[in-house]
DNA sequence: CTCCCCTATAGAACGACGTTATATAACTAT
DNA sequence: ATAGTTATATAACGTCGTTCTATAGGGGAG
């Protein structure tokens, strides 16, 4: 009989990981078309067994994508230098940065398939990511640096006007040269429209 | 031998129309899960084929959809009533209405697949839909309601605004009670930044 | 160190998908 | 009525997500 073909076996505690990294890798390098159970599997060096021992199917694998995204989101939020209303100006062009370095990601994260039901972990994860956010905008209110108001209704209308900049940036709906002055303008006259003349 | 099948054959001229409305329902229904060629076809009466023949492939009756969608944006856009900036504020809520109503074709619109490429009519559409909101800004700046800038920088920042809005709520990220408040809210706050004081 | 159980592995299989190819039958224009 | 265009049914191919089987590698108990 032939040599048994060598079987190489990756320990138990490393496949989460390194199917989640491999997840994150084949999704940014061929968006979500490419992302399939098998490349997924091939590019972790894992059997595709794996993606359903530890995820549960292939929904499973992307809410743990969507998980990871909105960590990622809070840290380039946070990741903004300044104070009070300098860093919620700041905050602006790092989320951008977020979005164009993880295309594929930032729009799986705000326009996932129908069968993705996000879980739990995921949930907290897009609210610490939004409360991020909500905590700028109050800091910029004790400095009475903004128009004393509700800061979750402040920050919800900031996210949705910098989340919509950027989800337009992205499928290329844009009828302005340069993309990062169009996103500061927009993002000032937001601010601007908060804060004390 | 057995009685021939009847067998129905479709008008020829009908069948683009029949596979489009078809397409629109299913989509409406079912999602973007469930519009499959062979689901479309069915619902329109047709053979598979038909798709094909008429549009090319998946691919491109999708584009075919996105084409109609921005046909009805611009429409529900143009549907606001008022003059000057008070029509331009009534064009968000008309904007939100045909997001809600259209929630998946939406969704489409502004994060389609990696492989539909938007063909030169859909491109065309999308720009008269933005048009329509240029339009609405320039009249309001040239009854000074508005403070005088560039009126293609400013209808960009306000699509950005609006469409970001209707994003997250259709992903169900919201973290206020009433959301068409907190979306007139947003809206005039955006308008409020380029307005006379 | 040895044995055993847990679990990762390879591989086949299923149904559904987008797509292509075939042959047949229905409409349309002459 | 006839000929050509074109929609039809049907089968097939490869790939997808998913499930099932049997095998074999590694970690823990003795």
Redesign the pocket.
């Known amino acids: 009989m032939p040599a ?10 490393d ?1 989460s990981a390194a199917l989640l990294t491999a997840a994150e890798d084949v999704l940014d390098r061929e968006g979500l078309a ?8 091939t590019e972790a ?10 995820f ?6 992307i809410d743990a994508l969507l998980s990871r995204g909105f960590v990622l989101l809070r840290e380039a939020i946070l990741g903004a230098t300044g104070d009070g209303l300098e860093r919620l100006r700041n905050s602006g062009p790092a989320y951008r940065e977020f979005a164009l370095t993880h295309t594929h990601l930032y729009g799986l994260m705000f326009n996932h398939p129908d ?1 993705v039901a996000p879980s739990e972990e995921t949930l907290v994860n897009a609210v610490q990511s939004f409360q991020a956010l909500v905590d700028l905008v109050s800091d910029a209110m004790d400095r009475d640096e903004l128009i004393p108001a509700e800061p979750v209704e402040v920050a919800q209308s900031i996210w949705a006007a910098v989340h919509g900049a950027m989800s337009l940036e992205i499928v290329g709906i844009g009828f302005t040269a340069d993309r990062a002055a169009t996103f500061q303008r927009m993002n000032d006259a937001v601010l601007a429209g908060f804060s004390r003349s």
């Open positions: 048994a073909p060598a079987r190489h076996r990756t320990p138990s505690g496949i490419g992302l399939t159970i098998r490349a997924v599997a060096g894992v059997a595709p067994m794996g993606v359903y021992n530890r549960g199917g292939k929904p499973g694998l069968d």
